[in-house]
């Protein structure tokens, strides 16, 4: 079973302050994804990353950065967090090839205030 | 640039009653497309997945999807839908030729009352 994992499920964090969300996979997948999820809105990739040190920007980054120094370990970075980051976070992972099923972890509701 | 659109917010039925979800994608080349649910504090995970072959397609719990080409649409149906099936349902592509990157739809908020 493949498992992805998130450092947190609930966070809180004051406007300014760095932030990282750490995730965690253990299918030795080459992709990993962060995506964040709000109400109306759907899910919004935000990065993803298709190897080691590799990085592609999704439909919003801005504000975010990202890391991935060991193929199992992908982290989210919000370098001066804000209140409009105040969201659900979605880290999934997934083989090479678009024809795989992405495997979500259980997400980390992050609170700016 | 590619995108996804579910055409129900907020979708209520009681038990029993046939479901469909529509989807619509904007891509005219090839596409990988997959049908996610969200049950109530629960990871997001797949109901069911078209790549090739036959446009039907089934999943788990008795979901089924129809991709209809010249239509641009999956729609997902289920026959009789139980109060279990509360959750939120979302709509997801990839196209081939841009990467491996899922596009979403909003989602589907389905309540289901017994």
């Known amino acids: 079973d493949v498992k992805v994992t998130q450092s947190s499920r609930y966070l809180v964090k004051r406007t300014g302050e760095k932030v990282f969300l750490e995730c965690v996979q253990d299918?030795?997948?080459?992709?990993m994804f962060w995506y964040r999820q709000d109400p109306g809105l759907g899910l919004r990739l935000i990065y993803f990353?298709?190897?080691?040190?590799?990085?592609e920007k999704g439909d919003i980054p801005e504000g975010y950065s990202v890391s991935r120094e060991k193929k199992e370990r992908f982290s989210l970075i919000l370098e001066s967090a804000s209140t409009n980051q105040t969201s659900m976070y979605l880290c999934?992972?997934?083989?090479?090839?678009?024809?795989?099923?992405?495997?979500f972890g259980p997400g980390t509701r992050l609170t700016v205030l | 640039a590619q995108s996804v659109s579910q055409h129900n917010h907020h979708v209520i039925l009681s038990e029993a009653a046939s479901l469909e979800l529509g989807c619509n994608y904007s891509?005219?080349?090839?596409?990988?497309l997959f049908w996610y649910v969200q049950y109530p504090g629960q990871h997001l995970q797949l109901l069911l997945k078209?790549?090739?072959?036959?446009?039907l397609v089934k999943g788990i719990k008795g979901f089924e999807a129809e991709f209809i080409k010249s239509k641009f649409s999956f729609n997902l149906r289920k026959p009789s839908v139980q109060w279990s099936d509360t959750a939120e349902y979302f709509c997801?592509?990839?196209?081939?030729?841009?990467?491996?990157?899922?596009?979403f739809g909003k989602g589907t908020t389905l309540s289901v009352s017994s």
């Open positions: 999934a992972s997934t083989r090479q090839g678009s024809y795989n099923e992405q495997f």
């Open positions: 299918m030795d997948h080459e992709n």
């Open positions: 990353s298709y190897d080691v040190k590799m990085k």
């Open positions: 891509y005219g080349g090839t596409v990988n």
């Open positions: 078209y790549f090739s072959g036959d446009p």
């Open positions: 997801a592509v990839i196209a081939n030729q841009a990467g491996t990157a899922l596009i």
